[in-house]
C-alpha cells in the first residue's frame, strides 16, 4: 500500500467513525426507552419518542446551513467543533434529571451531529481522488446504516448497566476522534463562498418537519379530522412554503433549489427521503415488537437484530460498488437495493407470528434486509454525489443529509402513529399495519429510484463563482460518476 492509499485509508477511517458516531446516537436509545420510563413514570411512547424525533428534527435542520458553513470557513473546522459540540451533548443527556433537560440535550447533541455529518462527507469528497471515491463512499455510507442498525445492540448491552451510558459512550470516541481529525484529515474550503447561510430557512425547514411529525404522533389521541391535526398539518405546510420562498431570494438558501433542478440530485434527494423512512421505521419496529410482542431482554433484542447489520458492510463496499459498475451506474443498484428490502419485509410479514421463532421466522428477513441496506445507502449516496462539482460538496452533502434525516422523522411518526393503537386482544395488528407502512416506503423509494436514477449523472447547473477551483487537489472528473472507473 502507498502512503497516499494509507492517508486516504486514514482519512476515511477518522471521518467514518463521526457519521458512525451520530447514526448510532439516533437510535441507541431505542433500547433505553422503557428504562427511562421506569426511572420516570407516567412517561408515555409519544413523548419518549421526542427523544428521538428532537434529536433527528435538529439534526436535519442545522445540516445544509452548517454544510454552507464547512465550504466557506473551512470544512475541517466545522467538523471538529460538530464532534465537540456531539460530545458535550452527550454528557449533558448522560447528566439530564428528566425527560425534558434529556430532550433539550439531545437538541445541543443534534446540533453538533448536523455540523459533523456534511462536513464529513465533503471532507471524503475532497480527499479521495474520483477511482476510489464509490468505494469510500461505501464504506462512509455503510458504517453510517451499520451504527443505526447496531444502535439498538449496543444500547441494549449498556443499558443494563445504565441507560445513560448509552450517551457516555459517545465522550470518549469523541474526543479521540477530534484529535485524529486533527492530525490525518486535510483541511479544505470553497474560497468563493460568500455570505452567511439562511438561518431563518433552517428554522422554518425544522419547524415544517417538527409540526407534521407532532400531528403525526398525537393524531391517534385527537383524532385524524380532528381540528388539532388538520392545524398542525396547516402550519407545517406553511413553514415550508416559507422555507421555499426564501430559499428563492437568500444568496445562501437552506435548500439550493438549482441543485434540485438536476434529475439526478433532486431524484437522489427524494429516493432518500423515502427509503430512509422506511429504514426509521423498520429499526423501531423490529425493537418494539422483540421487547413488547416476543418479550426479549434489551440484550436479546439486540442480538436478535445483529446479523442485519452484519450484511451491510460486504455489500457496502464490495457488492453495490461491482454491481455499480456492471449495470452502468449506481441508480440502478439503488433501485435493486430498495426492492431487496421491501422484499425482506414481505417475507417478515408473512412470517409474523406472537410465538417466538427466531432462527426460521425473523432472521431469514433481517439477513435479507441487510444486504438491502447495503446495496441500497451507499448507492442512493453516490448517485446524488455524482452531480455534485467539488464547490458544492459542503452544501450538496448537507442537502443529502437533510433528506436522511427528514425520511427518519416521519417514518418514526408514522409508525409510532399506528403502535400506539397496538390492541391486546390482537398486539400483532398494529405491527402488521406498521411493517405494511414500512413496505410502502421502500416500494416507493425503488420506484423514484429507477425512474430518476438510472440515466447519466448530469451536473447540477448552479452558477460556480469565478475564483478558483474549490479544492484544486481534486481532479475536474470528480464531478462525474462515482462508479469505478476500472
Not at 383524532?223 to 431570494?249: D, E, I, P, Q
Not at 395488528?429 to 407502512?437: S, T
Not at 425503488?446 to 484544486?472: D, F, H, I, Q
Request: some cysteine; aromatic content about 8%.
Amino acid at each position: 500500500m502507498t502512503s497516499d492509499s494509507r492517508r486516504v485509508t486514514a482519512v476515511v477511517g477518522v471521518l467514518a467513525l463521526a457519521v458512525f458516531m451520530s447514526s448510532l446516537d439516533l437510535f441507541i436509545v431505542n433500547l433505553a426507552f422503557p428504562y427511562i420510563s421506569r426511572q420516570y413514570p407516567g412517561t408515555s411512547l409519544s413523548s419518549l419518542s421526542w427523544v428521538l424525533n428532537a434529536y433527528t428534527i435538529v439534526f436535519a435542520a442545522v445540516l445544509v446551513p452548517a454544510g454552507r458553513w464547512a465550504d466557506r470557513i473551512g470544512r475541517r473546522r466545522v467538523f471538529a467543533a460538530g464532534l465537540a459540540g456531539f460530545t458535550l451533548g452527550s454528557v449533558l443527556c448522560g447528566l439530564a434529571p428528566g425527560v425534558g433537560l434529556l430532550i433539550a440535550a439531545r437538541v445541543v447533541q443534534a446540533a453538533g451531529a448536523g455540523a459533523m455529518v456534511p462536513a464529513s462527507l465533503s471532507l471524503l469528497l475532497a480527499a479521495v481522488p474520483a477511482a476510489g471515491r464509490a468505494k469510500a463512499l461505501g464504506t462512509w455510507s455503510a458504517l453510517g446504516a451499520l451504527g443505526a442498525a447496531l444502535g439498538p445492540v449496543i444500547g441494549g448491552s449498556l443499558v443494563q448497566v445504565n441507560w445513560r451510558w448509552v450517551f457516555w459512550i459517545n465522550v470518549p470516541v469523541g474526543l479521540a476522534a477530534v484529535l485524529l481529525a486533527a492530525r490525518v484529515v486535510p483541511e479544505s474550503r470553497d474560497p468563493g463562498s460568500r455570505g452567511r447561510p439562511d438561518v431563518i430557512g433552517a428554522v422554518l425547514l425544522a419547524a415544517a418537519v417538527g409540526l407534521v411529525a407532532y400531528a403525526l404522533v398525537e393524531a391517534p389521541a385527537w383524532g385524524w379530522g380532528s381540528a388539532g391535526f388538520l392545524g398542525l398539518l396547516a402550519g407545517s405546510v406553511a413553514c415550508g412554503y416559507g422555507m421555499v420562498w426564501r430559499s428563492r431570494r437568500h444568496h445562501s438558501p437552506v435548500i439550493e433549489l438549482e441543485l434540485l433542478r438536476s434529475k439526478t440530485f433532486s431524484g437522489a434527494f427524494a429516493a432518500s427521503i423515502l427509503y430512509y423512512a422506511g429504514f426509521g421505521a423498520f429499526v423501531l419496529s423490529a425493537v418494539e415488537f422483540l421487547t413488547g410482542v416476543w418479550r426479549y431482554s434489551a440484550v436479546d433484542a439486540g442480538l436478535a437484530i445483529a446479523p442485519g447489520p452484519l450484511m451491510v458492510l460486504p455489500f457496502a463496499r464490495l457488492v453495490a460498488p461491482r454491481l455499480a459498475g456492471l449495470l452502468g451506474g449506481p441508480g440502478r443498484v439503488a433501485a435493486i437495493g430498495c426492492l431487496v428490502n421491501a422484499a425482506a419485509q414481505i417475507l417478515w410479514l408473512v412470517q409474523m407470528q406472537a410465538a417466538p421463532d427466531y432462527a426460521t421466522h425473523l432472521l431469514p428477513a433481517q439477513l435479507l434486509g441487510g444486504a438491502g441496506v447495503g446495496l441500497a445507502i451507499p448507492s442512493l449516496l453516490g448517485a446524488g454525489s455524482a452531480s455534485l462539482t467539488p464547490a458544492r460538496f459542503g452544501t450538496g452533502s448537507g442537502i443529502l443529509n437533510t433528506a436522511r434525516q427528514v425520511g427518519t422523522v416521519l417514518g418514526v411518526a408514522g409508525l409510532v402513529a399506528i403502535l400506539t393503537r397496538v390492541s391486546p386482544a390482537d398486539p400483532l395488528l398494529a405491527y402488521r399495519h406498521g411493517v405494511l407502512l414500512i413496505i410502502g416506503f421502500f416500494v416507493a423509494a425503488g420506484v423514484v429510484s429507477a425512474a430518476l436514477l438510472t440515466g447519466r449523472p448530469v451536473v447540477a447547473a448552479v452558477p460556480e463563482p469565478a475564483a478558483a477551483p474549490a479544492v484544486p487537489a481534486v481532479p475536474a472528473e470528480t464531478a462525474r460518476s462515482t462508479s469505478p472507473t476500472a
